[in-house]
């Protein structure tokens, strides 16, 4: 028999490696009572094919892993503490016994090797978008079952993810950009700061130039990636990237044609920002609140942004009479759409305004009432509004 050279193009085994993966993939979907042996058996063999030649059988890989995260999350129990010891004798054996067998530990046990074969695939800038994609789709769920567990790997992620974003986006790319900063939105939630300080320098500019971006899901996924920071920063003492996130915010919401998701998600960081850099914001002019306390448009997201301020910031009382004239010109719109948010957002004005000792006095004497019973905040407002002299009402307050 005469030598046949061989060819890629004739090679079919893919096709078996692919419905292997996907028989797999619906056992670890059907079986929830074997994810610890899942884990054992099946998860290393799953890594060690992260890196398959063939693309197709390469995603098909990765999603039956996120598969199997999943699973995790919805059927592997509360996660466990690290280095949490029980008490007691021999059930102290049984029930550190029990935790090393947890699929939670069974995962962070293999997160080194998962991690770095799964980064050695999209590492390369000529990496393919739906690879990329993938591939931070497939991180982003190991940190929603696994948080805090990237912390080694933190330089090369973002390394990755500033290359990545570093592109100007587009409409095949618009999908990348969101999935990256959703990621990134993540790990800054299930990180500490000490874990990425050494490399905050490096993707923050990059952070800024992507809020500036004209794709609308683009834009106000970066918003919410800074919300994030700030809030595993808390509290912020200053840096240049907080000053021009502030000046981008209100840029944003001064602009007349800014999309309703990138506004909402500028208000949140506008509120973000006094909430954990509040020394930072209070020697800003407050021009922000002129944009964000309007009258026209969707005001849902400006009413929770302020509930959100005057329940964890204290501001002088000109903020506060100014906010609430704003809110009563909100009560006096027709419709019932949101009332009892802007209620709520009052009642929390109100709180600054009235002495914590006098609002408690009227609070108890309110809820002594069959009123109440029905609607409890509108009935405890309008009493603070009326009966407590200390309430100035102010015209233009910012």
Excluded at 101 to 119: D, F, I, T, W, Y
Excluded at 341 to 353: A, E, H, N, S
Aim: charged share 20%; hydrophobic share 35%; proline share 5%.
């Amino acid at each position: 028999m005469g030598y046949r050279r061989y060819s890629d193009d004739e090679d079919t085994s893919y096709k078996i490696r692919r419905s292997a993966t996907k028989l797999l993939a619906a056992v670890i979907h059907t079986r929830p009572d074997l994810l610890s042996s899942i884990l054992r058996d099946i998860s290393p063999v799953l890594i060690s094919r992260f890196g398959d030649r063939e693309q197709t059988v390469r995603l098909e890989v990765w999603a039956t892993y996120s598969t199997l995260l999943s699973q995790i999350s919805t059927y592997g129990g509360p996660l466990t503490k690290t280095g949490e010891t029980p008490v007691g004798g021999k059930r102290k054996r049984e029930e550190e016994m029990d935790i090393e067998e947890s699929p939670h530990m069974l995962l962070r046990a293999q997160v080194p090797g998962l991690s770095k074969a799964l980064l050695a695939q999209i590492r390369s800038p000529k990496t393919a978008t739906p690879t990329l994609q993938a591939g931070f789709e497939l991180l982003k769920g190991l940190l929603s079952v696994a948080p805090g567990s990237l912390t080694t790997q933190t330089p090369q992620i973002f390394a990755i993810l500033k290359n990545t974003l570093s592109q100007p986006s587009s409409t095949t790319t618009s999908g990348l950009h969101t999935t990256c900063l959703a990621f990134l939105s993540s790990y800054f939630s299930t990180h500490s700061p000490a874990a990425f300080a050494n490399s905050l320098s490096g993707i923050t500019p990059t952070l800024l130039k992507t809020c500036q971006e004209r794709h609308p899901r683009v834009s106000s996924e970066a918003f919410r990636a800074f919300s994030s920071l700030l809030r595993a920063l808390k509290p912020v003492k200053g840096g240049d990237w907080v000053d021009s996130l502030y000046e981008l915010s209100v840029k944003k919401l001064g602009s007349s044609d800014t999309d309703t998701d990138v506004r909402s998600s500028a208000e949140q960081c506008v509120g973000t920002l006094w909430a954990c850099a509040t020394e930072v914001m209070q020697r800003k002019d407050k021009k922000e609140w002129v944009a964000i306390c309007r009258t026209t448009g969707r005001t849902e997201g400006a009413v929770e942004v302020v509930s959100m301020v005057a329940r964890e910031v204290y501001i002088d009382d000109n903020w506060v009479n100014g906010c609430v004239a704003w809110v009563m010109v909100l009560l006096q719109k027709s419709g019932r759409s949101g009332k009892a948010d802007v209620f709520t957002c009052l009642d929390l004005l109100l709180r600054r305004l009235v002495h914590p000792h006098c609002y408690c006095i009227l609070r108890s004497h309110t809820l002594s009432s069959g009123t109440t019973l029905i609607f409890p905040p509108i009935f405890q407002v309008l009493c603070c509004h009326i009966f407590v002299p200390t309430f100035r009402r102010r015209i233009s307050p910012f």
